[in-house]
């Protein structure tokens, strides 16, 4: 019964799914793809800093990103390229969507807004 | 050539991989039902996982293909009859696609426990083991405890009735999988590492239990999860092979907010069989914009083969937002448990996880020896 319900959830969510028009700010990044994917157990959170970066906070997140991000240009952003190479990809677990990488990439190319405000 | 270059992102992925897949020894839920009706059954805290009871320690011998005393040491460090002790050690070997692919060894769990009986229905419950150490402040955080709490109960020694436990450790929500890389741990709400500091209330008996737990973040380290919350959730034994629940969770953190509601089914089929499902509904709320609902879900089939083995067939459904198209993500795990000694654990853990069921993004999966001694 419950496995019916769910399925009949996942089909209605199904039926007006949109495209990928998700707001592309620094905030809602952080929520929603960088603390949940990458920030996790102990590698880029706070606590760990795996390489130096840390990703569980907007304020941590603006402060690492700011190392590896070039406003306006993807292909020369690091964090664009670790998300998409095939060595050494990350996240190391599991990699992300196309569709994350997307607004990760789009956020870069409108010039990466917030990524220099102080919080 | 590729296999040179393997060896060396092999040895890179190394310290990453340990974060990507550490683990805590936690009860297998498989047990309930099949072995006895609740958690405190065969563990002494109330949440499942951690150390045994006399009935627990008497079915890690019968359900081990070579028993051996399953005690402490052996039996060979007695303790008085007020102190259990324990611990665990595990660790994990093999092949990982992430999408590249690579050989990786790493450490999982080394930890040890100690259960202290109290006078007037009090103790206290802590362990403390070896962990990845905090930057800035390596030399004084190598060695951490990840759970320490003080537990009343209503009926001292007893598996039923009321506790209270106040402390450092994971509210009781879901299924309680042990593994934790499934996605209703990992994004359900109990994520590796994800324990807090909260006050419970819990009560227990041999038809249903009630967790509810208030919780703050851990305010002297950073963990995982940054939020302040509460969780609840209930569980109702319909019978010896059916048990039904309800979940609640509400967190909040300095950005966002999250409100998880769902519901569990365990059944308990002929041939010794075990299927548990469950699946959350996640709303999130992020500030100063956005409100992506989600879906978490897992369906776990389990079956005990013969005496010493355990196979569990699960599969894996998360969609971070449901409102836009191919970002979902499933897994299908399938991870056979060896149960040689009374403290002897093998166990070949196997994953294939795929994006918008392959048209999302990249594949990627791993097959993995575990090794898990229990102390």
């Known amino acids: ?119 | 050539m590729k296999s040179a270059a393997t060896g060396v992102a092999g040895a890179t992925v190394v310290a990453a991989a340990i974060g990507v897949c550490s683990g805590t020894a936690a009860a297998y839920p498989q047990y309930q039902m099949s072995r006895d009706q609740t958690c405190t059954g065969c563990h002494i805290s109330p949440a499942g996982g951690g150390l045994l009871r006399e009935n627990g320690l008497a079915v890690a011998e019968s359900t081990s293909q070579w028993g051996t005393a399953p005690e402490f040491f052996y039996g060979k460090v007695p303790t008085p009859s007020w102190l259990v002790l324990g611990g665990d050690l595990r660790g994990a070997m093999g092949y990982v696609k992430t999408p590249e692919e690579l050989l990786a060894g790493f450490p999982m769990q080394i930890e040890a426990y100690g259960h202290a009986t109290l006078p007037g229905g009090f103790s206290l419950y802590v362990d403390a083991g070896a962990r990845e150490s905090e930057v800035g402040k390596e030399g004084s955080t190598h060695a951490w405890s990840r759970e320490h709490f003080l537990m009343w109960q209503q009926k001292p020694g007893d598996t039923t009735g009321l506790f209270l436990r106040a402390g450092r450790f994971m509210p009781v929500f879901g299924l309680r999988i042990a593994e934790h890389p499934t996605y209703i741990r990992k994004w359900g709400g109990t994520p590796l590492y994800g324990e807090t500091y909260g006050l419970a209330v819990e009560y227990i008996a041999p038809k249903f239990e009630l967790h509810a737990t208030g919780f703050i973040k851990d305010p002297t380290i950073d963990t995982p999860e940054h939020n302040d919350g509460g969780a609840f959730l209930g569980e109702y034994r319909l019978n010896e092979k059916l048990s039904v629940g309800a979940e609640f969770m509400y967190t909040k953190s300095d950005f966002d907010k999250k409100f998880r509601g769902g519901g569990l089914v365990k059944a308990f089929l002929p041939a010794e069989t075990l299927l548990m499902f469950e699946a959350q509904y996640v709303y999130q709320e992020i500030a100063p914009i956005g409100a992506p609902n989600q879906i978490v879900a897992g369906l776990v089939g389990s079956k005990f083969l013969g005496t010493a083995y355990m196979l569990d067939v699960g599969l894996n459904y998360f969609n971070e937002n449901i409102r836009i198209t191919k970002l979902n993500r499933e897994a299908l795990d399938v991870n056979l448990h060896w149960f040689t000694t009374s403290h002897l654990e093998l166990i070949l853990t196997t994953r294939v996880e795929m994006l918008a069921f392959g048209d999302g993004g990249k594949t990627s999966g791993y097959a993995l020896g575990q090794l898990h001694y229990r102390l």
């Not at chain 1, 994917?37 to 390489?51: E, I, L, T």
């Not at chain 1, 020369?76 to 994350?100: E, G």
């Open chain 1, 1 to 119: 019964m419950s496995r019916l319900v769910f399925l009949a959830a996942v089909a209605c969510a199904a039926c007006d799914q949109t495209d990928n028009d998700r707001p592309a700010t620094l905030e809602y990044i952080t929520a929603a793809i960088l603390q949940p994917y990458c920030s996790q157990n102990v590698c880029h959170s706070s606590y760990a800093r795996v390489k130096g970066y840390a990703f569980d906070t907007v304020a941590e997140a603006r402060k690492s990103l700011q190392g590896i991000v070039v406003p306006n240009d993807p292909e020369s952003s690091l964090l664009s390229i670790v998300l998409t190479r095939n060595v050494k990809r990350m996240p190391y677990d599991a990699p992300l969507a196309n569709k994350d990488i997307e607004l990760i990439q789009q956020w870069i190319m409108q010039g990466a807004p917030g990524l220099t405000e102080t919080p």
